[in-house]
């Protein structure tokens, strides 16, 4: 039985939203723990930087999800579906995060 672009695209946002959700959550933890155990060392300090990245990157995952979910629905296609809209959020999210905790990391060796 051949399944619909609508459950195809549902699972999908289901899906990302899973995955928005824990980094939210892992990203919450990391930045708890640290800040609960204070730095050690050095590195230690960026680990709470660490956390409230993983954690933006995942509501801006859940987001992006959400209005790709919403424009497949509006435009009736599966091709602009939640997957491809947040995984594209993502990406770009994902360069941004690594490109910021680059110069935090050479500031602070500075």
């Known amino acids: 039985m051949p399944t619909d672009w609508r459950d195809e695209n549902r ?15 892992v990203g919450a933890l990391i930045t708890g723990a640290s ?5 050690a060392t050095s590195a230690d300090r ?9 954690a933006v990157v995942g509501v801006i995952s859940n987001l992006g999800a959400v209005v790709g979910y919403r424009l497949a629905r509006l435009r009736g296609g599966r091709h602009t579906g939640a997957s491809e809209a947040a995984a594209r959020m993502l990406a770009g999210l994902i360069v941004i995060a ?3 905790l680059v110069i935090i990391l050479i500031a602070d060796a500075c």
């Open 35 to 39: 800040l609960a155990l204070g730095p």
């Open 11 to 25: 699972r999908s946002l289901q899906a990302w939203l899973r995955t928005g959700l824990t980094l939210v959550i």
């Open 98 to 100: 690594g490109s910021l």
């Open 46 to 54: 960026m680990l709470p930087w660490i956390g409230v990245t993983l």
